[in-house]
């Protein structure tokens, strides 16, 4: 792989006046942290801290969800039409400023630019999917079993929402969860991960220019064990909604518990990617380097092992190791860069990790397998052969720049090694044959599978996931409908006096 103008001088630390600082927004209003303490914003390509962002005390965020609380009860009285007219304008911003929040989004997360342009691209048609559902928020209808009343289920907004985000689709993921939030009549209060706070607070810069009433969006930013927690366990908050790893998931299901707070979770992936001996081989490759490359191998959906035909195991590898050498790495800003940096250092040990384990326990590493010199938290792309379905790479997600690729000699087992697994969100398959391909859509228990296809899900699709990838879903009808409280209503327009239950009994006998 070839390594392109990787900074090799630049300092921790960015002078004072380089360093931006940016401000919490709660009711309306751009704030400090009221601790005078802060998060470094740091450049993953350059290790140079480049901003800083506030910690929010626990006083502050039972004030955002104060705020947002009281400003919900007129948001709710607006029509979804009227509301609708917010998010329009939201989606038309992110446009007008697309190459300045790329710009923002590569510089805090690190993927390369053009991804970041994809990225803002999808937040904004997040805003303007979700908008055109002001006339489709339906209920239902229903016969009753007595005559001269009518049933009908409403969706109600669920009140104040709590909204979390993780780091690898700083933008994206936020979008989605605030614009259904806002479509159903419902307030937030977001908090971006602590790598990646800058997105968000853009977003928010662009929903305030949009004239937002104040209070209906609040954000916070501080670490998610404090400034999380705070949001999760407070009884203001009537539903998180939180994207990141199933660990952190599992901690925010037992601190909601304690108001038996509502929960959308869209957690870890650890995607098989199947290709059989009838697929077209040379699309299933190309399609593999990028469903494991993008965004650095730092997304849910990536594939993350690859169950590989036998017959053909041999000529994919050479054939994938080769194009995989082919990859560029370097700055994210180069117009030639296939893969930036790692998130953080942290991450890049965790991904080191896996490579070492894998090698002493005596896997072949094809490619890759080390880290270039130079600053900036860069891996190479790495090819292990692991023929053991139990090993941490093959069962763990790895969430970095690794392919595990292992052969099978029966499609039944690629599936059942593919269900083999704790995580149950994204799966592709690549054949032609029908009968296998109609195998995989009932059989992968997976919440999405690509067939002779990539992703990334698209707005209409649901994003969801089996086992422990979470609850709820994202995207869709059936991801807006995650933000609305189901409530029934029986109505009578004349008394019955013939009703069996009603006191006396005696009268009835
Ligand atoms: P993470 O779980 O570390 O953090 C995600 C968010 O949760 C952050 O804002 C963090 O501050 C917050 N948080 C962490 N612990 C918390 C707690 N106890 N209470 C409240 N908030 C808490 O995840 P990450 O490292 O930022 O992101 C990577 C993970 O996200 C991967 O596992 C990836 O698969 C997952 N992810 C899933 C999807 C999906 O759609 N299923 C999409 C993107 C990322």
Redesign the pocket.
Known sequence: MALISVSRKSPRSGSRSQIKRFKMYIDGDWVDSEKEETLEVINPATEEVFAKVPKASKEQVKGALEAAEKAQRKWEDLSPLQRAKFLFKIAELIRRDRERLARILTSEQGKPLYESRLEIDGAAENFQYYAEFARRIEGDVLPSDFPEQTIMILKLPIGVVAS??????PSA?VARKLAPALITGNALVT????NTPLSSIELVKLAEEAGLPKGVLNLVTG???EV??EM?TNKITGLVT???????GR??ME?ASGHVGKLIL????KAPFIVWNDADMAWALKCAVWARFWNCGQT?ICAERMYIDEKVKNKFVSAFAKAVASLRIGNPFNSKTDLGPMISEKERETTESFVERAREEGDKIIIGGSEPKGKGWFYKPTIVEDNDQKSPLIQE?I?GPVAPIMEVDSFDKAIDYANDSIFG?SSYVFTKDSARIFKAMHKIKFGESYINQVGPEQFQGA?T?FRQ??IGA?GSKYGLACYTQLKTCYVDWDERPNLPYLFPYRKKH
């Open positions: 979390i985000t993780p780091w690898n689709f993921t908090k971006p991960s602590s670490a998610g064990s999380g927690d999760v939180m994207t990141g790893s199933t660990e952190a901690k925010i601190s869209e957690l870890g992936g849910c997600e969430f969100l994003h996931g990838t979470g994202e």
